[in-house]
């Protein structure tokens, strides 16, 4: 079983920017490909970013490109979401997640957080 304990969201301001981070209680967090997902106020969770086990493969959605990056310290089990540039629409509730498949085009993880709440004044 993999627990998923996240941290750093809180309240910010329009341009400003947070890092949230993720801690895996697992042994053997290199088999693990992470991401993260959001949910927003009244919407259904939507995808964030993924990356590989080495963090060489990633992947964002449209709306975070360029202002989001996803990063991972093996030795720490931990794996990041540095977020740059935030809009009010970013607010959400963020989740980590992790899937013991390879990497891939399509990411449906195993394994959820409880999440963490990001909230962006403008």
């Known amino acids: 079983q993999v627990q998923l304990v996240e941290s750093g969201g809180e309240l910010v301001q329009a341009g400003g920017s947070l890092r949230l981070s993720c801690t895996a209680s697992?042994?053997?967090?290199?088999?693990?490909?992470m991401g993260w997902f959001r949910q927003l106020p009244g919407r259904e969770r939507e995808f964030v970013a993924v990356?590989?086990?080495?963090?060489?493969?990633?992947r964002y959605a449209e709306s975070v490109k360029g202002r989001f990056t996803i990063s991972r310290d093996n030795a720490k089990n931990t794996v990041y979401l540095q977020m740059n540039s935030l809009k009010p629409e970013d607010t959400a509730v963020y989740y980590c997640?992790?899937?013991?498949?390879?990497?891939?085009?399509?990411?449906?993880?195993?394994?959820w957080g409880q999440g963490t709440q990001v909230t962006v004044s403008s």
């Open positions: 997640a992790a899937d013991p498949r390879p990497y891939s085009t399509m990411f449906t993880p195993a394994y």
């Open positions: 697992v042994r053997t967090f290199i088999h693990y490909v």
């Open positions: 990356l590989n086990w080495s963090g060489s493969s990633t």
